[in-house]
């Protein structure tokens, strides 16, 4: 067993460190509005973003505004579809949309515990036939929205909290399997990532589960989770601890991948504070929405020094170039950044060039 368990972390590990091999120090120029990470590997993003979901200050429950976004994913044409979070629905945004339309929960953003309303929307996925996977956090639900549907059915949790196999509490980030079906739950209250195959009435352990804490066995309210396909691992944002962890999927443990292995907090290049979400392009480059340091920060593959791409470290605000309290983050296929900034109530694409 412990020979299995080794195999397994050094897996994560090495398969992260051979991308990073490729992937030389970076060169920052923050003070410019540019960021210069490896030129020639055309790691860049202007650092002035435009604001392509919401409307900014004030919140507010029109369509063309939001009330705290927490999650954003990308439809088949690439529209934007954004967790609403306080609006309790999920808003779809086709790119230089003026307003959304509201797909799950109700436009006026009532919120409810039957079918067609949702309560505090704070994740959602998709699939390939824009099929929504929403975790109903307030709920302690997820729920399937088919494409096109006004009601939603429940697919994990059983809609009040617990701990059992069968129940959630406060699930928050998502991912899914594109081949499987798959799906892992963000079981942020029960300090675990919870796995259901696709039509399971029950689910099991992925990562976690042993209680909030530090140790390698545990998980300390992780709120976002990205599945790596290429490593059979989940990286996993584990918002209490202020680091990010990888997973192997059917190891006991994670490594380290960015942030303090004891959870102490910090704002330098190493540190992290309440990172509440994250994602990685196929090179294996991890974002992480790094929340309360108000700022996006970019790990070149198998390193744990990382250039701030958006934002500037502790200091919010609501110019362009600025963020507040930023949730999470996402790329689209030609690696261009968009930040879920959540407390100035907008989706925010920083170009790459
Ligand atoms: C960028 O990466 C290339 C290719 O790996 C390398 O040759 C070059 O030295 C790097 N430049 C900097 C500034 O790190
Ligand atoms: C920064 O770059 C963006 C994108 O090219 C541009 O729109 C903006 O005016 C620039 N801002 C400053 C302060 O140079
Ligand atoms: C989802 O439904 C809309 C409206 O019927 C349709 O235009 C769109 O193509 C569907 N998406 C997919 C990926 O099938
Ligand atoms: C991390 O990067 C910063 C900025 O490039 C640099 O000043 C610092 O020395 C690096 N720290 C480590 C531990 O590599």
Redo the contacts with the bound molecule.
Sequence with gaps: MLVVLGTLLALCFWATLSVGIYSLVLASETSKNITTTNTSLGFRWYTTGSIVAGSGAPSGLASNQLYNPMSLAF??SNELYVADYYNNRIQKWVIGGTAGITVAGQPDAVSGSTSIYLNLAAGVALD???NLYVSDSGNHRVQLWL??STSGTTIAGTGTLGSSFTQLYTPRGLARDSSTGTLYIADSGNHRIMSYASGASSGTVAAGGNGAGTLTTQLYTPTGVYLDSSTNSLFIANLGANNIVCWVLGATGWTLVAGHPAGSLGSTSTLLYSPYGLTLDSMGNVYVADTSNDRIQFFLAGQTNATTIAGVTGIAGATNQLLYFPYAVALDSTLNLYVVDTWNYRILKFQRY
């Design positions: 439809g088949a390939s036939g824009d494409n096109g």
